[in-house]
């Protein structure tokens, strides 16, 4: 049941958009006719983009792509190709000619993920307070630049737009009434160019909601529509009782995958050992030390649990676009440390589990945030090393983790995908004719310049590459 606030919300999101639920669309080729074998199944079980799993999970990786690339990741984790590598992507308006965005950098993305026949998770992020200006023109050109790598190199695209909506850390959160009116219009857009792309909602870990200190958007004041409908309980204030996700949820008809960025942080001064049924406690609540308690534990729990919320309350493929346990160097030798290898097999073992796949089989992926940056700790200041083949001892660790859970998992050689947006499992053929497209590459306007999003640890730009323009010159 949407509580009265957020289904208002929705109304209103609705009527902007022309009351119009997003279509099971048909994909046309160059003359305007249908592709009958591109077009969605309406009475599908599965979503865009979820093969049938059974008993089984997939790995991604979130690169660091300013000094690596997917082939690099693969020949060091022995061969083992994971199912998605995730890339960051800027779009702001006025910039690139106009476009927003830089599609050499998006095209390369796609391109590298081909090369080793992964999908493609791109973390899109609207760097502006108003997402209402992420135009038209601009969604329907970024759109088309999806179908143009969906198509010339046979990559899927989980599209992550303007996550973590629910914190305060993004120019774009805390703002639910403009979020879902822009994510709504983006899916009906990207929807008519292909079905190879899905659109993934993915907010905050909310056991901690309402977030605090973030600096880019705080909660909004009394009295303004968004304000009503963040006080899901009525009670005049935006407090830990009150929903951190529904206010942000913009339909299940705009939606293919729901996702949680959730890590985790030590909650100690020092590398200690992650606690026994933390990943558990966190997806859903239960038996959280931030649960209030006595008479008011069964509503929180209603509103904090999100895997019961959305996996099986919406019916919905479920993954964790980024995850993982840092190493903080600074507390190294601190008292009741444990090694980097502790800490992060500690994790990994609590994700990847004969218990995750009988608890939460709408659980079917989880990304690796394989960087490294800088961010305060408890207000401590601290470089936080999520990286687990960044060195010797954890490589070694990771392959030797990889292979015991290996039949636990389904990799990127094991995934065919076919253009109507669904991935069946198999042995993949070599592509060696190339699909005609029907969606050009967008022109890119402007000085070319190459984006990193502030998401990524990066300390460097992504280098366009000499490749990658005689690629381009192929293409257009």
């Excluded at 200006?133 to 198509?151: G, P, Q, S």
């Excluded at 198999?426 to 310049?449: E, F, H, L, M, Y």
């Amino acid at each position: 049941m949407v509580p009265l606030r957020i289904a208002a919300v929705l109304v209103t999101a609705t009527t902007v958009l022309g009351a119009i639920i997003a279509p099971s669309v048909p994909i046309y080729d160059a003359n305007k006719k249908p592709l009958a074998s591109c077009a969605r199944d309406p009475n599908s079980a599965l979503a865009r983009l979820e093969p049938p799993l059974q008993n089984k999970l997939m790995l991604g990786v979130s690169l660091d792509w300013s000094y690596e690339v997917p082939s690099a990741n693969v020949k060091k984790q022995n061969g083992y190709t994971p199912a998605v590598y995730n890339a960051w992507l800027d779009i702001i308006p006025g910039t690139f000619g106009g476009l927003g965005y830089d599609n050499n950098t998006f095209n390369w993305f796609g391109s590298e993920a081909g090369r080793v026949g992964a999908m493609l998770e791109l973390s899109l992020n609207p760097q502006v307070a108003d997402v209402s200006k992420i135009t038209v023109e601009m969604m329907t050109n970024f759109a088309k630049m999806c179908a143009f790598i969906n198509e010339y190199y046979g990559v899927p695209i989980f599209l992550r737009y303007a996550h973590e909506m629910n914190g305060d850390w993004y120019p774009w959160g805390n703002w639910p009434t403009q979020y879902i009116a822009s994510h709504r219009q983006f899916t009906f857009i990207v929807r008519q160019y292909t079905n190879m792309t899905a659109m993934v909602w993915a907010p905050n870990i909310g056991i901690t909601y309402p977030f605090v200190g973030g600096g880019a958007r705080e909660s909004p004041l009394p009295g303004g529509l968004d304000f009503n409908v963040l006080d899901t309980n009525g009670d005049g204030k935006i407090d830990n009782m009150d929903d951190p996700y529904t206010p942000f949820y913009p339909g299940d008809d705009v939606v293919d995958w729901v996702g949680l960025s959730l890590y985790y942080y030590p909650i100690c001064q020092n590398n200690c050992a992650v606690p026994a049924n933390f990943f558990d406690q966190l997806l859903t609540g239960v038996n959280n030390p931030n649960s209030p308690g006595g008479n008011l534990q069964d509503a929180w729990l209603k509103v904090h649990n999100f895997y019961q919320m959305f996996a099986v309350g919406r019916n919905k493929p479920m993954m964790l676009p980024e995850t993982g346990s840092p190493w903080i160097p600074t507390f190294a030798n601190a008292t009741g440390a444990t090694s980097e290898v502790q800490v992060k097999d500690g994790w990994w073992k609590q994700l990847i589990s004969q218990a995750t796949l009988q608890n939460y089989p709408k659980l079917k992926l989880f990304v690796q945030f394989e960087e490294v940056k800088p961010l305060a700790l408890n207000g401590v200041p601290a470089i936080q090393d999520w990286r687990v083949t960044n060195n010797t001892a954890t490589l070694t660790w990771w392959n030797g983790f990889i292979d015991s859970v290996k039949s636990t998992l389904v990799d990127a050689d094991g995934l065919v995908y076919k253009c109507d947006g669904s991935v069946v499992l198999g042995t993949k053929i070599a592509r060696d004719t190339v699909v005609p497209t029907t969606a050009a590459v967008p022109s890119q306007g402007g000085n070319a310049q190459i984006t990193q999003s502030q998401k990524s640890g990066s300390l460097g730009t992504v280098v366009a590459v000499v490749s990658l323009l005689s690629l381009l010159s192929l293409v257009l």
